[in-house]
């Protein structure tokens, strides 16, 4: 069995690198934060949970014949923002924009999944790049006033040719993700 989740890899460069240090930087020493490693950071279409062996060759099929027609896309990355609430914010995050290909994608995604025996997700799928999963603010009113100052900070464009199935290895604090397999968008019949 294998912990697995479909995503959208993303590759750090040094403007992202620096902006992750800058929103880092919004929390203080008696925060209770998970920080995101820049390395690790990909926007996941799919999360899959634990999967059995039999599963992955029909699962990659399936990713196939989703991806099969929709053409590689740009997003706008660059909107940063929290899931939880102001009292208790629960994920600093950055999203995307230029999604309704991305969406697409996903809801072919859904479709497929559902035919091979996954259970089809009920929340709205908002896509973004997680920073840092937060335990507890300290002080809310420092990190409130940190996050707006950031609001129009980063902006990167990100080409979409690809989707990956990775497993994700717990050991320790840091997970692995393990490339499985990439299928590339757009591939029709009998061009590879």
Known sequence: MKRLFIALEFIPDNDFRTFHSKACSVFTKLDKVNLVRPDLIHIT???LGNTED???NPLIQGMQDAAKDVPPFILTIGKIGIFGSRDRPRVLWLGASNTKSLQQL????QKELIKIGFKPEHENFVPH???AR????DDRRFFWNKIELLKQDFV???HV???ILFESILRGHVPIYRKITEVPLFMK???S
Do not use: C, P, S
């Not at 996903?106 to 995604?109: A, G, V």
């Not at 937060?134 to 603010?137: L, P, T």
């Open 54 to 56: 039999y599963k992955i």
């Open 134 to 137: 937060i335990k507890k603010i």
């Open 161 to 163: 040719d690809k989707i």
């Open 45 to 47: 279409l799919n999360f």
């Open 106 to 109: 996903h809801r072919q995604l």
């Open 156 to 158: 990167q464009q990100l």
């Open 129 to 131: 790049l997680t920073l």
């Open 189 to 191: 019949e009998g061009v």
